[in-house]
């Protein structure tokens, strides 16, 4: 009995590796084209760079001049800090207070912001960029008031759900010995938000960081982001350069997978209760 | 505290609503107006009634195909995502070796942007496809399955930490008890696992469903809509339509339209069948 529980583990442990291997093919495939010439992916990806083909940092070099990668990694490392800052600070404050205020203005706001999770962005895509073009909106610091705005829906309904379950007694305390509204929030609530509020900036980032129909809409002419700069590398048809394309697709994915590694836990606890929650 | 003075209401919510007045609600309702009129910029509107509703759809073929196209690949990657994910999850809970590495590594591309995703698989299948002489913009098959494979790689490590943590919450008592009563693997997977994992199984598949209707950024870097728009989902083709042709305007934000209440019937079919899940137990 133990004998066969423990081939078949061992089975599980193979197929397991296997798949695993499988898994991050693609990108160790992209990763070894980063180094070949640019005429010689196309025609044969998956052969390793050879003396002939290989052609040093070359891709990363031309890549990195083509697309203006270190600007667009600076655009979307402010956007994606920035904004995230503002959506946790801001609708942490606007879930708690129409949570603990009981009033048609308080359940109105919440559910045209939960509504907004439901519709797609093609439907707003238009006018919304319009409306950024018209109030000056379109450059990196007014991009991040739209994502407040796009945000508040997800971020507002995850810390209302986590505020239903705080007890009132400890804030009314606070008020009893006169602390202000604004006191009681920085002082009291804030910190007992903290896991909460690392959920909301793990989700938020992850969306901001990649996400590439918004900027590219908004600020996309003057600004490039990652995924932009990524994007616009595409050009037409022909005339594309895939040595510079994989080589910007290692440097895309190299600070994701940084990240990952280094915050790996709260990653996939932010995601399961956000997905549980939403 | 349940009243708060006027402005202290208004210093905790006054920033998140503007914000979101500017860039959600104002758009949004423009959006259903600018529908049923034919206009360039925003302000030279001229109301056409719903001609661009009956364009969206005799135009050309390229909404239905599209909304064909997408319907399809919902419910193909509904069910391999699951599936797979379920699977994983279930060798994953079994205390082998190794098992957050494996995670680790399954949960990764998860993370990647679509369209970064859509590049790197575009070289793989193309890789694949250039010994048969072909390349992904061959036809629309390719676009519909490497956008199947692709979204696996992407979707099944998600889907299959949520399916972990079902697992895990499962009463250890209950799969001991079942086992002194002589119940073999299969029976505890088909009377104890399924039906107390089956709120994930909700979660899950409607998150997929709700994922693949909206895709764009895949679908776009994979193929971009190639051959002739035939492989666009519905945001591409709204997408294309809206930037595509000058004039075409009212018909994309009619079709956006369209899509919005697609989406929205889908997520209240979720609400109704969480809630009476709910009930149930």
Known sequence: MIAKQRFQSNLILIFLSALALLYLVPLLVVFMNSFKGRFYISDAPFAFPDAKTFSGINNYTSGIAKTGFIQAFGYSLFITVFSVAVIVFFTAMTAWCITRVKSKVSSMIYYLMVFSMIVPFQMVMFTMSKMANMLRLDNPIGIIIIYLGFGAGLSVFIFSGFIKSIPREIEEAATIDGCSPIQTFFLIVLPILKPIAITVAILNTMWIWNDYLLPYLVIGSNYKTIPIAVQYLQGGYGSRDMGAMMAMLVLAIVPIVIFYLTSQKYIIEGVVTGAVKG | ?281
């Open chain 2, 1 to 281: 505290m349940e009243k708060m003075p006027k402005r202290y209401y208004a210093f905790f919510t006054l920033p998140t609503v503007i914000a979101f007045v500017i860039s959600f609600l104002i758009p949004f309702i423009m959006g259903i107006y600018l529908s049923f009129t034919e206009f360039r910029t925003v302000t030279d509107a001229k109301w056409v009634g719903v001609t661009n509703y009956i364009s969206a759809f005799t135009e050309d073929n390229n909404f239905i195909n599209a909304g064909l196209f997408t319907a399809k690949f919902a419910v193909v990657s509904v069910v391999l995502i699951n599936l797979i994910a379920f699977s994983l999850a279930l060798l994953l809970t079994r205390r082998i070796r190794g098992t957050n590495t494996f995670r680790t590594v399954f949960f990764m591309p998860n993370l990647i942007g679509g369209i970064v995703l859509g590049y790197i698989w575009q070289l793989i299948i193309n890789g694949v496809l250039i010994n048969f002489g072909v390349d992904i913009t061959f036809s629309e098959n390719y676009g519909f399955w490497g956008l199947i494979v692709l979204m696996n790689w992407q979707m099944a490590g998600y889907m299959m930490v949520i399916y972990i943590a079902a697992i895990q919450n499962i009463p250890t008592e209950l799969v001991e008890a079942a086992k002194i009563d002589g119940a073999d693997s299969w029976q505890i997977l088909k009377n104890i696992t399924i039906p107390l994992v089956m709120p994930a199984v909700t979660i899950c598949t409607f998150l997929t469903v709700t994922n693949s209707f909206k895709l764009f950024d895949q679908n776009l870097a994979l193929t971009a809509g190639a051959p002739a728009r035939k492989s666009a989902m519905l945001a591409l083709d709204i997408f294309t339509t809206f930037y595509g042709r000058v004039g075409a305007e009212g018909v994309g934000q009619a079709k956006a339209v369209i899509f919005f209440i697609i989406v929205a019937l889908i997520v209240l079919l979720q609400l109704r069948v969480s809630r009476t899940r709910e009930v149930e137990s």
